[in-house]
Every structure is written in C-alpha cells, then in structure tokens.
C-alpha cells in the first residue's frame, strides 16, 4: 500500500488538466505512441469537438521511482461550475490533488472552489503553474498569487507546461514524495467507496470503487449497502487505457467492477461496497444527490417522435445518471419531458447528445429554476413549482421562493464597475470585495439562481472582455415577487415560451423576447403579431410581416438541379420547425430567447 | 420530340445583376463556336431517336454571333440530327446588336433567311435610368427603334422586362408594360430583379451606392403586370411569362413540363428523362476538352423522389400546374397521398387549389400564392 498515490487534477476552466494528464500518460510510458491524442481522457466526441472535459476519467499508471515501482490512480476532472459534483465525487477518491494554475490567467473562480472541495477532504494539495510556455505567462507574479492563496512556500510551486513537457518529472517525483500512501488495512472486511459509473451498452454499468479497507475479490458475494442489493463480482479489474481484469484488489487501490447491472440507477454513486456475508460497520457517509438547478422542456420536434424520444432519453440517462426527467405536455408542443439540467452546459450539452447520439431534433423550452410556490389556503405547504405552468393563479396565491446562489467573481481591477453594475441589474446584493493583488479582485454576491440562466455568462464575458471567472453555490430559498410572461405568436399563447420573471424586470425582458422573437421567427405567408402578456395586459407588440416573395422571377436556362437543390435545403430547414397554430417556429427560437443582450 | 439549346458565351459588357456565364472578351469566338460544332456532332447519338423541334441561341448574347457564324451552327444541327419541318428557332438578342443596318442588308431579313422565327429581345426597360443603373449596353433609345423595327419584319418576338429595379414606380412600371402593348408584341418575359451573391450589384448595394431591392416592390410590379397582360388577352403561361395564344416559347415550356433537351456549350444544362448534365461554366475548360472529343460535363442521376420535386417544382410554376393523375403515374399512389396531404394546409389558406380539368385533378398555385411557388413547392418536397 505504500507505493499507491491517489490523486485527481483540478483547476479552473481550460488550465490544462487534461493535457497534463497526457504528459504524465507519456512519462510514465501508460500509452504507446499508436494511442496518443490530444487530451487522451476526452474520449467522448462532444468533449473532444468542445475541447472541454464533460466526465471524470479514472486511469492507473505505473512510475519507478528510486529503484521502487509505484501505482498512481489519477484522475481528470471537468472544469466547468456545471460538472463541479464530478470533482466532489473524484476527490473523495484521493490522498492528493494537483492544483494547475494557467500561469497567463493566475487563479480564476474554479480554481478557488475547486481547491476548497480539495481542502475540505484533506487533500494533500501540489500546485502546478501550467503554460509557463506561454508568452503571456507571468511566472512569478501568479506564482506569489499561489503562495498568498494556499499559504505554502514559492518552492512548493512547480513550473509546468503540459505542452513542451517541462516540470512532468517534478511533478512525479512530488506526488510520491508529498502525497500520503493510502491509510487502511487489508485484513478488516472490505469497505470500498464508490466513486462512478459507466454505462457501457455491452456489459452493463462498470462500477468504478476505491478500496478503503480489506479486498475485493473476482466472484466475491458483495453488497452495495445504500441500496441494500448483493451482487457476484464478475469481473474486477484496474483501470489502464483499456481495463485490466485482475483477481483481487486491495486497500488503498482503485479499480472497476461488473456486476451484469444494466440500469444505471441500481449505482448510487457515494455508496459503499462491502462483502455481502461479512459487511464492514463502518458504512461511508456517501455524497448528496446532484441536484439539478435548471429545468427546461424537451420536446420532439415531430410529435409522432415521442416514444422515440423517450427511449433515447432513457439510454442517455444510463450514461449521466445526473438527467433527470418527467412527462409533461404542452398545449403548444404536445407530449414531452420535463428534465432538470446541472446548468446551462449540461442542458446544452443533453440536447446536443440526442442529436448526434440518438438522431433526435428536439425543442428545448425556455429554461426556469425550481420555486417554491405556497396558497393562501395553505400557507405552509410547499408547492415544487419547476414549470412556468405550475404556477398557482396570483390569486390564490401566498407567495413565492426562488433559490439563490452565492456567486463568485474574479475580474481584473478594471472591469469591477461594469461587473458589479451588472449583477446589481440582475438583482445581485454585494456581499464581499476582496483584492488578490492590485489588479485581481473577487467579487462575492448573492444572486438568485435564475438570474444566471437569463443571459448572464454572454453579458459577463461582454463587460469583462472576456476577463471574468464565475463560480457560484446554492445558498438556499428566498422570498421573491414573480410574474409569468407568456408569449402570443399570432393571437395563440405559445406555453412553451412562457417566463418566470421577477416584476420589476418583466417588461422590458417581455419587450425583449417579442423582439428576439421578430428577428428568429422566419417570414411566413401572413402577418405575425407577436405578443408579450402578463395575464390579460398585453405588454409588448412586435408583427412579422408577411412574405411576398418566395420564388426565383429571373431568367433562368435549364439549371433545374441547382434550384430543386436549394428548395431541398429550404425543407430541411423546415423540418426543423415546430407549427405553432399557423406559425412555423424555429427549433432554436425556444432557447434563443434568453439570448436577448446579442 | 426535344430541345436543342446552344450556350454563346459572351457579352460586350458585364450587366451589375448578372450571374450568367459569359465572357466580355471576345478573342476565343472563332476557337468557341468550332467547338460548338463539334460539341453538337460529338453528342448526336443521345438525341439518336428523337426529333429536334426547337433550337434556341442563349446566353450571353447570342447576337454577338454574326449571321453566317448563326448560320453555321444551325446548319450543323441539321447536319446531325432530325429536325421537324419549321422548327422553333429563337436568338436571343440585345438591342445595341439590332440597330445596324445598311442599305443593303437588313439584320432581321438575314435572321430570317437562315431560318430564325422567333426573336427574344432584351429590353429590359424603355427608361435610361433603369438602364444605366443595370449596367446595359443599350440606351432607352436603341431599345424603342430596334423594338420598332423589329415589328416590322417578325410577329413571334418576346421582350424581357425587369420590374422590382430600385427607385423604379409602378407608374413607369406600367408605361414599360404599356409601351411593348403599344408595338403589338405578343410575349413578354418579365422577371424581377434579383440580386445574386457576389455580383456588382450585391456589392453596391452592400456599400449603401444602390438602394435596396424590396420584395413589396416587386410584389406590386407583379401584381399590376399581371392584371394588366390579362386585360390585353395575354395567356399568364408560366410564373415570368406571358403570351398570347400561339405565342408561347416552345422551347422554355419543354423545360417545365420535363421534356428532354441538350444544352450545348459551356454552362448549358442537358436533361434526358433521367440524368441531368452540364457542362463546366468556364470557356477556355470547355474549348480544350471539346478540342478532345470529350464532353467536359458533369452528370448526375435523378431518383424518383428527385423527379417527384422537380416535377412539383416545375409544375408550380405553370398554368399546366401539377397534374395528379400523372403523379400516380409516375411516381406511385403514395407520393400523391403525400403531395395532397402537405398541400392541405395551403390549399386551406388560399395559396394552392385543386382544380378537376377532363378526368384528371391538377393542383395549382391561386393568384395570391403564385409569387411564393418556390416556398410552396418546398413544402411539397419530399426528401430523399
Ligand atoms: N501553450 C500551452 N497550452 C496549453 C498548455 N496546457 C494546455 N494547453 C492548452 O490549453 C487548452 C486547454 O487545455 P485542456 O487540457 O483541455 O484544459 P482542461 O483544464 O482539461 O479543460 P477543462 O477540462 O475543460 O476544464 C488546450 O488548447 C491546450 O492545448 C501548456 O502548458 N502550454
Ligand atoms: S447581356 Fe445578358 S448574359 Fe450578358 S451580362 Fe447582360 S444579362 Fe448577363
Ligand atoms: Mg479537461
């Protein structure tokens, strides 16, 4: 056990967790020169075209080290606020942590929150100044921001870059030197923590465990203890590039497990392993349910697609057990889902997947948080209220909660007036001003979470230029004052465009969305009044002029190809309409709309 | 019974709305038109079993060409292929070609002579302004005298009349309809003014010089050319033509009503029931292939689901409409089930109808949907 490292990669957004993962793959000869790529870990397609690490990816190494051959479990994590339950989950799994910090961008709001998870759990923290080969890079100013953040010494700090290779063997030798050996014995029943899972479609759900205490072995009868269900241990094994059956494994390793479990919802991750004949007392105190922030409507683009729908909905939920998703309808669009998303990646990414993954072009709705909504009749009990449909009649109606967050800015010294103008506008309350150096400060704010899902990231990039980092945290429910905005596309209410807004802003933003939606909307054969209503008070009016001209009137010689082809195209467009009433609305027009500052 | 359409690749000067294929540089003519020949000898076998009933000169412009060079070629389709008796024989031409005449010959005479009946004159417009503002290279002028002389020797003539050219009122809209009613044409080719990507018009209007081209405009000039060519017994045969009985270009409706034809020279477009070909837009690839016996065409194979749109496409476009029973024909029960069912919701709202003409039930657009056919007729498609 004294020659096992666990350790994840943490860092902000595009730091280079995942590149520097690939250096330590190449050091320590874990994959030959046929298997290298980019980022090896991104293995799914979306995350090599985004070029962002969506999934935490386990992988063994073996490293010499003075004569002694050591096994380190490493693990990549995501950078991005939306998957920050990923690194939670990865963390737990671990003695020590590298810390990369982008020597050209210093500490940025993941990085913090990233680094107090790690603390929290007693992580043996390396930091790593990545992309000192960089032009931009700033070694020594960002290396004193390291020492005032973590409050180590400057010799501490290893100089990297997961590009040209320099400091990979540094950070080897650091993490068998400064990184504790797993704590545990072998002899005690097996108690293994949980830490993911995997659905493959040919084997089932791949367990992913930490052994705390005792072994694993192949065959052995376990018990998943949360659940209470046993399970033969078919197949064990480390996890290399591709998997390593093994017999046992022991305290203080890390490996896989297949059990033949095909729903991926039998694995809670948190849960505890342990023999089924002999449990362990001691059940490890597990990990909350991700909660899902955003909720939206998703919809089949041709309504006969529903059932389709549903099943490639189900398969994607083996693969992130974080979807969650209910039916619903909708008088606009007919039967759908209501799926709760971590956030606006997530959603976007969920909608991008059905795509490409399953062929399915759906319409996602407007996107709200979850409130608490309470009646008159019943002032104490809580309404769950995750659909602008949901809402009780005012009339009935008590009053209303919205979550809110603690957000976490780090912005240039510059940019503080237009950032903090910003949140005041998005019904943001300044909670703490701190300078990191003379020209970095953190702002903290609390802001209530919907705020964030209207448009917020686009409009923080804009009035930063690009130099703000943004990390937040539910910080509970508060009392609010909302109204629903619904949306008339040609006299007929669109539910599915309907808004939860706070009243102050609800006019200007139902301006807003009538005009968005004059621009998304595509002329049709007749006028299109667009409305925007709070109740029965109309508050904005926008019309789509008819078309009146929709043919080629020139000269045209025989080129019938060229031109049946462009009449294809436009159907294909079309195809990807959804007809509300009369109308013809665009798939993207859905979500567009919170996009009203572009 | 088949087309024979012959591409001549060259203008004097480039017009700012332009996208044809042409050349203002005249120095490859006599290579080019060897190379017509030779492209109408090297192709006789596919028209082996048809017979030739219209020849038609595009461009460019055609009356580039002198007479004999004309001639030549004609001769040589007679040459190759079998012709009917009085074949179509239409030059396009513009009216800066027309206005030379000496004592002794008379250009329509000599068009005459070597068999032309039917002239397409590219007016355009009677107004300098509109003129000048489309780059054309004859003034208002030329385009009334050659108009006038022109009716003097021919009765099958057709204009072209461009409606929807910025700053241009309906009211000299109509007079242009007008003054073509007033010298007695009996066809008119009337299109709107379109702006295609990357011509001098685009850029122009890009950089603010001409104003914008609007579709309401041009919806208005429609409307009033329309009533107006009915109130004169006009036939409104096809979306951008108008004839009077007996007038209607034979060679344009072969390409609508889907008959076979071969597009000779470079950019010309070839359909023979099942494939289409072109050949490449560019006249110096053309000359060199053809100098090697080969066709420098690229084909293509239509499915039934592609002849299925085309024929919605075209048939949208005429007063012939889409005949159903010939859907059913062709391409099977369940594409008619289909176009009915995507037609409903037009049919609904005016802009197609289903008319019962002798046994048969033809689906066309109403006078309200004519102008958005191509929107309609997308609709309608179904994808492969
Ligand atoms: N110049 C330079 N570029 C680097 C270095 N390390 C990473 N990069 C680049 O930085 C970008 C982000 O790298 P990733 O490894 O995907 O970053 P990440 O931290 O894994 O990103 P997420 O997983 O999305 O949070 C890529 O374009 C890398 O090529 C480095 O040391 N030097
Ligand atoms: S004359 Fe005809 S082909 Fe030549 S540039 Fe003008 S419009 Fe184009
Ligand atoms: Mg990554």
Redesign the pocket.
Known sequence: MKHIRNFCII?H????????ADRLLDFTGSVTEREKQ??LLDSMDLERER???IKSHAIQMEYIYKGETYVLNLIDT???VDFSYEVSRSIAACEGALL?VDAAQSIQAQTISNLYLALENDLEIIPVL??V??PSANPEEVTDDIVDLLGCDASDVIPA???TGLGIEEILNAIIERIPAPKGTVDEPLQALIFDSVYNPFRGVETYFRVLNGEIKKNQKIKFMATGKTYNADEIGTLKLVQHPKQKISAGDVGYLITGIKDAREVKVGDTITDAADPTKNMISGFENVKPMVFAGIYPVDTEDYEELRASMEKLQLNDASLVFTPESSAALGFGFRCGFLGMLHLEIIQERLEREFDMTVITTVPNVSYHAFTKKNPDDIIIVNNPSDMPDPTIMDRVEEPFIKASIITKADFVGPVMSLCIEKRGQITNQTYLTPERVELNFDMPLAEIVFDFYDRLKTVSKGYASFDYSPIGMRASKLVRVDVLINAQSVDALSALIHADNAYNIGKKMCEKLRELIPRQQFDIPIQAAIGAKIISRETIKALRKDVTAKCYGGDISRKRKLLEKQKKGKKRMRQVGNVEIPQQAFMAVLKLND | MAGIYIHIPFCKQACHYCDFHFSTSLKKKEEMIAALKTEILLRKSEFANETVATIYFGGGTPSILSVSELDEIIQTVYENYAVVDNPEITVEANPDDLSFQTEKENIFEAYKAIGVNRLSIGVQSFFEEDLKLMNRAHNADEAMACIKEATQHFDNITIDLIYGIPNMSNERWLQNVQTALDFGIPHISSYALTVEPKTALDTFIKKGIVPEVEDEVAQAHFELLVAKLAENGFVHYELSNFGKEGFFSENNTAYWLGKKYIGIGPSAHSYDGVHRSWNVANNTKYIKAIQQNELPSEIETLSVTDRYNEAVMTGLRTIWGVSLTRVEQDFGTNYKKYLLQQAEKHIQNELLLLSAEEEDVILKTTAKGKFLADGLASDLFLLN
């Open positions: 860092a957004i595009d730091h280079g967790k995942s590149t520097l980019d980022q070029g962002i690490t995501p950078g991005h990369i990545n992309k080969d960089l870059s997961a590009k």
